[in-house]
């Protein structure tokens, strides 16, 4: 697939890129950078979710403990994210995060920190650089969020576009339908999507 991409500034720095917009009367030559997605007006992805797919907004849910006890209400799971922290509004003697999102249930899981831990998460519809999986588990560092470090990894991959990873050291908030990427260094080896299941 790699082998098709076609990158339109090739090799032109960010500096030489903004200079081109300016000089073609872009607005965008002067726009701040930015880590958000950028028609995402105030970060608030809940009221785009609202706005483009109103009909897949599922309202109001319970909060649950990972015991299934209630300890309050949401206005909707599309508000959180796994490993959140701020805006859960439940008091609770210790922090409580964001440990699973339940669409099936409308609800919304809650944990101490060490909860959100996870040794090894299930990866599906990986994409190899290479073309095909590796014949043999690979050594890697495998991100699993945008601004995630990376963590040192065992990938075992598998024929049916799957992989398992095996963290060295657990891993904090591995989020299902996130992307998963495994570097050798600085070289992407390949990449897909946490699935649920992640331990």
Avoid: M
């Avoid at 290479?130 to 890697?140: H, K, L, Q, R």
């Amino acid at each position: 697939r790699l082998a098709r991409t076609l990158f339109p500034l090739g090799e032109l720095s960010k500096d030489e890129v903004r200079e081109r917009a300016r000089g073609l009367g872009l607005a965008t030559a002067e726009k701040a950078e930015s880590q958000e997605i950028c028609f995402v007006p105030d970060a608030d992805y809940a009221r785009v979710v609202e706005a483009i797919r109103p009909d897949a907004v599922p309202g109001e849910g319970d909060i649950v403990d990972t015991c299934g006890r209630v300890l309050g209400r949401h206005p909707g799971i599309h508000h959180f994210t796994v490993g959140q922290r701020r805006g859960i509004g439940i008091a609770a003697r210790e922090p409580l995060f964001v440990q699973a999102l339940d669409p099936s249930t409308n609800r919304v899981i809650v944990a101490g920190e060490e909860a959100l831990r996870s040794s090894e998460a299930r990866v599906e519809a990986v994409s190899w650089v290479a073309g095909s999986a590796p014949d043999a588990p690979v050594e890697a560092t495998v991100r699993v969020r945008y601004r995630h470090a990376g963590a040192k990894a065992l990938v075992e991959p598998s024929r049916d576009g799957r992989a398992f990873v095996r963290f060295a050291e657990p891993v904090r908030a591995i989020s299902p339908g996130q992307a998963a990427v495994f570097y050798r260094g600085d070289e992407v080896l390949g990449g897909g999507w946490l699935a649920r299941g992640a331990t």
